[in-house]
């Protein structure tokens, strides 16, 4: 059941412009994992996502939440300042992470991939809709994102649609470097999908 300040974000049957983001838990089914680390990691995952949007300035308690087992999808009231997605939000993913990881056993270290856009999403009786989730999901199960988790061994990676990319990054290069950003494009259940990639640093 939704709270009363979703209810408001998101009236049913309404189209709106919404930022959207996915994020999901890197190896989440790793035999090194059992039911209990698992359901530990997944209440860790909804923490560290929302104490992050929160962090940011992102009205977290408006915010749709939807539970992916391994992951989480999540759409922002379309009130959200999209710079914050850029400029803020990377940065406080990774704090949060890192002090999730601080408190969590060897087996429970998590490492997240995660997507960010926005798009046009419509709530129904039996949850959210729009193509800009597909796309989401395209973007988070692309290989250059998982590589670029692996590669870096980081504890986080994001994915940037490139309307984002295009419309606050290029536009507000002052907020955050584009050079930050590495462009992408691959295939995904038969889709063409291009967006940029970013590896949050130990300096933001």
Known sequence: MLSRAQDRAFPLGVRQLCPVL???IADFSSPARDEEIREAMNADLHRVIG???AASGIDWKSC???DEGDGVLVVMPTSTCPDRLIDSLPGQLRFQVR???HKASQAAQMRLRVAVDIGLIKRTA????GDSLIGLSRML???PLREALDESGAELAMAFSDYLYRTVVLDAPSLTSPAEFT???CMVKKTSVHGWLRV???ER
């Open 51 to 53: 104490d992050a949007v």
């Open 183 to 185: 462009p992408f494009d």
């Open 99 to 101: 002090r999730a990881n």
């Open 22 to 24: 996915a994020a999901d």
């Open 200 to 202: 949050p640093s130990a």
């Open 126 to 129: 039996h949850g959210v809709h």
């Open 64 to 66: 749709y939440r939807q």
């Open 141 to 143: 199960n692309a290989d």
